[in-house]
């Protein structure tokens, strides 16, 4: 059981480290506060930027603030549980299981 727990842990970090959220130079400068990180809800789109785990996690702790002035439920949804994601990640990093 631990094995596939372990297992599974690993796939979701490498699957997080391997999905990169960046912003080109100019569209980074367009996003305001009532524009969409359109970087942060389809990474795969802006490969550009590279940012590192806790910039990711300002991040979408920023654009999970504007709400429903800029996004629709279901991405608040998408960035939330990217968010998620990013800090199981960061904490599996620091304080993760070292057996």
């Keep these: 059981m631990k094995v596939w727990r372990r ?10 480290l391997l ?19 359109l970087c942060l809800l389809d990474s795969e789109s802006c490969p550009d930027r590279k940012d590192d785990i806790l910039q990711i996690i300002e991040r979408l702790k920023r654009e999970i603030a504007k709400g429903e002035k ?5 991405e ?4 939330e549980r990217k968010l998620e994601d990013y800090e199981f990640l960061l904490w599996m990093l620091l304080y993760g299981p070292n057996d």
């Design 7 to 16: 297992v599974g842990t690993m796939a979701l970090i490498a699957a997080l």
């Design 19 to 37: 999905a990169p959220a960046t912003v080109p130079a100019g569209e980074q400068a367009r996003v305001g506060e009532t524009e969409k990180d």
């Design 70 to 74: 800029v996004y629709t439920l279901k």
């Design 76 to 79: 608040i949804k998408r960035l």
